[in-house]
Nanobody
Framework: EVQLTESGGGLVQAGGSLRLSCAAS????????IGWFRQAPGKEREGVSC????????YYADSVKGRFTISRGNAKNTVYLQMNSLKPEDTAVYHC??????????????????????WGEGTLVTVSS
């Protein structure tokens, strides 16, 4: 079974850091675009960051640029999101996604669609002021 599992969320004070992990089971990230999006209560989904499977370029939303870093783990089935200088507005459920289509580009960001190859259940990040 193809599955993504996120971990690393929690409660942190503003200015603090968290590192989210996303582990794939049943497949590796070879040839997949991978990314993170978040959704806060009552708000639209927001693509936070992703890595292109075409050229390896990385995208960050303006809201997190300079504070978040996406990276692949040494194993081919792990991706991380290092989040520094967290703000209350970063509070959301964070999901990782993976797809063989080119869903990530620097210009267009992370494209989400129904029926993606894999979509995790999410991990909650709460940033207190």
């Amino acid at each position: 079974e193809v599955q993504l599992t996120e971990s690393g969320g929690g409660l942190v004070q503003a200015g603090g850091s968290l590192r989210l992990s996303c582990a794939a089971s049943g497949f590796t990230f070879d040839n997949y675009a991978i990314g993170w999006f978040r959704q806060a209560p009552g708000k639209e989904r927001e693509g936070v960051s992703c890595i292109s499977n075409r050229d390896g370029t990385v995208y960050y939303a303006d809201s997190v640029k300079g504070r978040f870093t996406i990276s692949r783990g040494n194993a081919k089935n792990t991706v991380y999101l290092q989040m520094n200088s967290l703000k209350p507005e970063d509070t959301a459920v964070y999901h990782c996604v993976a797809d063989r289509l080119p869903i990530c580009s620097v210009n267009r960001g992370l494209r989400l669609y129904d029926g993606m190859d894999s979509w995790g259940e999410g991990t909650l990040v709460t940033v207190s002021s």
